[in-house]
């Protein structure tokens, strides 16, 4: 069992910066692939970016690629979303969740285990 909490989340200015991060708990994080996701109001859960167990592999969605930057801290047991340059429609609630089996993939389903979410609002 793996249990996940995101924190970073809040509210911005277009163009500002936030950091989320993701502290697992469990022995056994640094054998997870790990994952984003947002999900805005009235729309599906979207993939952000993923990151492979040993962090050698990124993967991003079209719309965040050269703005938001996906890493991790096995030694913290933490993954981070650095993301910049933000725009109104970035706001959403953002998830993170960990694959033990599949490796980094943007398909939701692959995800075993889920955070509570964290809010991120980009005012214009």
């Known amino acids: 069992q793996v249990q996940l909490v995101e924190s970073g989340g809040g509210l911005v200015q277009a163009g500002g910066s936030l950091r989320l991060s993701c502290a697992a708990s469990?022995?056994?994080?640094?054998?997870?692939?790990m994952g984003w996701f947002r999900q805005a109001p009235g729309k599906e859960r979207e993939f952000v970016a993923a990151?492979?167990?040993?962090?050698?592999?990124?993967y991003y969605a079209d719309s965040v690629k050269g703005r938001f930057t996906i890493s991790r801290d096995n030694a913290k047991n933490t993954v981070y979303l650095q993301m910049n340059s933000l725009k109104p429609e970035d706001t959403a609630v953002y998830y993170c969740?960990?694959?033990?089996?599949?490796?980094?993939?943007?398909?939701?389903?692959?995800?075993?285990?889920w955070g509570q979410g964290t809010q991120v609002t980009v005012s214009s």
């Open positions: 990151i492979s167990w040993s962090g050698g592999s990124t």
């Open positions: 969740a960990a694959d033990p089996v599949s490796g980094a993939t943007m398909w939701s389903g692959a995800y075993d285990y």
């Open positions: 469990g022995r056994t994080f640094s054998s997870y692939a």
